[in-house]
């Protein structure tokens, strides 16, 4: 099992839009299958205007299907891809993490 974290550093003030562009992506997963995912703002970090979001999967190729839609509908991928349009608008950098799960 592994956990799969994405770090977004939004620019001021948009850390709230990208919030919903991915609770609105983690209903349409939920319908497709897809592992339900957390989705965290700072309290108290390292930098300010982050958003975390985290999902478990239980192997890489698990996720590397995920990335490439597959399971999918094509409804809710198109749905998906509208959500997140322009989201590079809101974000100045970001990585992803990912961590195997020991217990």
């Known amino acids: 099992m592994f ?14 839009p ?23 703002t ?4 390292e930098r300010y ?3 975390v979001a985290e999902m478990e999967v239980e192997s890489m190729d698990e996720f590397e299907q995920m990335t490439k839609g597959g399971g999918q ?5 198109k749905e998906m891809e509208n959500i997140m349009k322009d989201y590079h608008d809101l974000v100045e950098s970001g990585r ?4 195997k799960i020991e217990g």
């Not at 509908?73 to 991928?77: K, L, V």
């Open 42 to 45: 700072d309290f108290c970090a």
């Open 3 to 16: 956990l799969v974290r994405e770090i977004m550093f939004c620019k001021p003030g948009k850390v709230r």
């Open 18 to 40: 990208l919030v919903e562009k991915f609770l609105a992506m983690n209903r349409i997963g939920a319908k497709s299958g897809m592992p339900k995912m957390r989705v965290m």
């Open 96 to 99: 992803r993490e990912v961590y």
């Open 49 to 51: 205007w982050m958003l």
């Open 73 to 77: 509908r094509g409804e809710a991928m």
